[in-house]
């Protein structure tokens, strides 16, 4: 099956038959984990080198690798790192390649992906440069959305929230681009909406959006994707603190839909806790996501499959 390139920095490198056959194999890889793993990684080692915060992300990258049968080699805060020495991301990376068979970086600066990706001597995953990309997280995404409403195309999403620096929004926008007849609903603030690569994008597909500022706009979408405020992006500090709050979503506003709720995660205030109960509420499930997807990814960039 294999995909057509050896590095994944951003979605817009990805085809429809791309998307598909990852989620294909990542749903193949649900029935490999029900069944406690396999060992079609073994001997390989996965790079797991984090320069910015991570949960979900790094635990699930590791848990797909150890669930293929693989090991990891890790680092991670700049601070412990030969980074902090003054060492180029690129030299970090020839580096690693020496030591493991594929690599997931984060790193908090845009295009320290591309940059990683062009001097990586085994394959390179962008596991979220800054405020550019996060395509991992926009695959389990569209796993995530095929999943709970059964198909894709045809779909209204609303993303919600810090379009200007949250990463996952644009990597899923240029996901949803490849299915037929979507409409985006972009809610946000003045000060944080979508960026014109993302603008540009849509208008050039002749993709159906609008950008609001009001949350009720995103109330009759199919998929509601709220986000956190992205407080380590803004340079004044204040700005922060008064738009930190801007959007809460309650369940209250939500009687009566079906709206699949998601979220990339961490929330912060953005969702009401009493919206954690509902049927709808995909967050939850939509991060268990996050270890088939990214097992399908490490096997197919690994030639396995
Ligand atoms: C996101 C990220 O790191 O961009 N988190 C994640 O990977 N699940 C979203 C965020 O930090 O707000």
Same mark, same amino acid.
């Given at each position: 099956?294999g995909?057509?390139f050896t590095?994944?920095?951003?979605?817009k490198q990805?085809?429809?038959?791309d998307?598909?056959a990852i989620v294909?194999?990542a749903?193949d890889?649900?029935?490999?984990?029900?069944?406690?793993g396999?060992?079609?990684?073994?001997?390989? @080692?996965?790079?797991?080198?984090?320069?910015?915060p991570?949960?979900?992300?790094?635990l699930?990258?590791?848990s797909?690798?150890q669930r293929?049968?693989g090991?990891i080699?890790?680092a991670?805060?700049?601070?412990?790192?030969?980074?902090?020495k003054?060492?180029s991301?690129?030299?970090?990376?020839?580096?690693a390649?020496q030591?493991?068979?594929?690599i997931?970086m984060r790193h908090?600066e845009?295009g320290?992906?591309d940059?990683?990706?062009a001097?990586? #001597?085994?394959?390179f995953i962008?596991?979220?440069?800054?405020?550019?990309q996060?395509?991992?997280?926009a695959?389990?995404? #569209?796993?995530?959305?095929q999943k709970e409403?059964g198909? @894709?195309?045809?779909?209204k999403?609303?993303?919600?929230?810090?379009?200007?620096?949250?990463r996952t929004?644009?990597?899923?926008?240029?996901l949803?681009?490849?299915y037929?007849k979507?409409?985006?609903v972009f809610?946000?603030?003045?000060? #944080?909406?979508?960026?014109?690569?993302v603008i540009t994008f849509?208008k050039?597909k002749? @993709?159906a959006?609008?950008e609001?500022?009001?949350?009720d706009?995103?109330?009759?979408?199919d998929?509601?994707y709220?986000t956190?405020?992205?407080?380590?992006?803004?340079?004044?500090?204040?700005e922060?603190e008064?738009?930190?709050s801007?959007?809460?979503l309650?369940?209250?506003h939500?009687?009566g839909?079906?709206t699949?709720?998601?979220?990339?995660?961490p929330?912060?205030?953005?969702?009401a806790t009493?919206v954690?109960?509902?049927p709808n509420a995909?967050?939850?499930?939509?991060?268990?996501?996050?270890?088939?997807?990214?097992?399908?990814?490490?096997?197919?960039? #690994?030639?396995?499959?």
């Amino acid at each position: 099956m294999g995909l057509p390139f050896t590095h994944l920095t951003s979605t817009k490198q990805l085809s429809r038959s791309d998307t598909d056959a990852i989620v294909g194999v990542a749903q193949d890889m649900e029935g490999i984990l029900k069944k406690g793993g396999c060992d079609l990684l073994r001997g390989k @080692i996965l790079g797991s080198l984090f320069y910015e915060p991570s949960t979900r992300t790094r635990l699930s990258f590791e848990s797909a690798m150890q669930r293929l049968g693989g090991d990891i080699v890790t680092a991670d805060g700049i601070q412990f790192s030969s980074l902090y020495k003054g060492e180029s991301i690129e030299d970090t990376i020839v580096v690693a390649s020496q030591y493991c068979d594929i690599i997931a970086m984060r790193h908090p600066e845009v295009g320290s992906a591309d940059r990683a990706a062009a001097v990586s #001597l085994v394959p390179f995953i962008n596991a979220g440069d800054g405020p550019g990309q996060h395509p991992t997280q926009a695959l389990l995404d #569209l796993f995530t959305i095929q999943k709970e409403c059964g198909k @894709i195309d045809g779909l209204k999403v609303a993303m919600v929230g810090d379009l200007r620096f949250g990463r996952t929004v644009h990597s899923l926008s240029f996901l949803l681009g490849l299915y037929d007849k979507i409409t985006l609903v972009f809610v946000s603030p003045k000060e #944080l909406t979508m960026p014109e690569k993302v603008i540009t994008f849509c208008k050039e597909k002749g @993709i159906a959006f609008s950008e609001e500022r009001a949350l009720d706009a995103a109330l009759t979408a199919d998929v509601l994707y709220m986000t956190r405020i992205q407080e380590e992006r803004f340079t004044d500090h204040s700005e922060y603190e008064r738009l930190k709050s801007v959007y809460t979503l309650k369940a209250a506003h939500l009687k009566g839909k079906r709206t699949v709720i998601m979220h990339p995660l961490p929330r912060v205030t953005e969702i009401a806790t009493d919206v954690d109960a509902l049927p709808n509420a995909a967050y939850f499930r939509q991060v268990r996501n996050g270890v088939p997807v990214r097992m399908a990814l490490l096997a197919m960039l #690994l030639g396995k499959l």
